[in-house]
């Protein structure tokens, strides 16, 4: 399996960004993918899931009317479109699968998931 992260860069604050995780090596039917951050000296943060299959999704609450998740199936990607970007939401974002589908409950846990991606850098100014 392969993830690769793209849509990143350098924006100010307010501004949007759409990342894309693209998938390969596998039927991602069935799947749960998440995205994930990670700022410099923090801990990894959840982000937002979605059930590749059945388009449920779930967020962090600091991300809520925010960020919005979605899946092209037909181009296995995964998106994350993040809008009124803040300078604190500067980190390397990163996409995941979880193979054993979703679960609301297990979808915010990175343990969860078993493939990861290489990440791409936000950096928010402000």
């Known amino acids: 399996v392969q993830l690769q992260a793209s849509g990143g860069g350098l924006v100010q604050a307010g501004d949007s960004l759409r990342l894309s995780c693209a998938a390969s090596?596998?039927?991602?039917?069935?799947?749960?993918m998440g995205w994930f951050r990670q700022a410099p000296g923090k801990e990894r943060e959840f982000v937002a899931a979605?059930?590749?299959?059945?388009?449920?999704?779930r967020y962090a609450d600091s991300m809520k009317g925010r960020f919005t998740i979605s899946r092209d199936s037909a181009k296995n990607t995964v998106y994350l479109q993040m809008n009124s970007l803040r300078p604190e939401d500067t980190a390397v974002y990163s996409c995941?699968?979880?193979?054993?589908?979703?679960?609301?409950?297990?979808?915010?846990?990175?343990?969860?998931?078993?493939?990861w991606g290489q990440g791409t850098l936000v950096t928010v100014s402000s």
């Open positions: 995941a699968v979880r193979q054993f589908g979703y679960v609301y409950a297990r979808m915010s846990v990175p343990e969860e998931y078993n493939y």
């Open positions: 090596g596998r039927t991602f039917s069935g799947s749960g």
């Open positions: 979605v059930d590749w299959s059945g388009g449920r999704t």
